[in-house]
């Protein structure tokens, strides 16, 4: 050990010493992430209607309205609304989750939950839990959505189908508030 601090000055050793101990003390940074009751809270600041498109910036136009009910506690998002594809997604919590059910023109309503690790304060991910009308090993279902805030006024919305229990498509949305 002599040798090891040989030509430090005592004021210098102690000072590594204290920065060492500094460095082991501190917290780590909080992890990448965002609780499901932050994540329902930045959701219902979406409340009105959106337009835009689907699958690229200039692609076929597309429109989804969010609203805020039951008092609050959950926001429905109608995905074509008055379409023949029109389909309904509702975002709530359960206990500590943010848990989303999506009611699909294909007849199934698969259930999502808010994945908080993968999650940040402007990009949400839902993986699949569940869900009821399907077989998730052989039926077309919805198995994941992200979706990202880019701003007060824009959004993006990457729906994840499944069928044959693999991915099958993906379904891009570009929204701007009304």
Known sequence: MKHLYHGFGSSALLALLVLAGLAASTPPAAAAGITGSAAYQQMTKLAGEWTGTMQSPDGSPARVVYRVTSAGK???????????????????????????????????????RLNESKSTPTEFVFDFVGGTNLDPDRDGHIHGLVLRIKNDNQIEAEWTGYKDGKKSDTMLFFFTRK
């Open 74 to 112: 959950t926001v429905m998002e109608t995905l074509g609304p008055g379409t023949e594809h029109e389909m309904v997604s509702m975002y709530h919590m359960d206990g500590p989750a943010l848990v989303m059910t999506h009611y699909c023109s294909m007849g199934n309503q698969p259930h999502l």
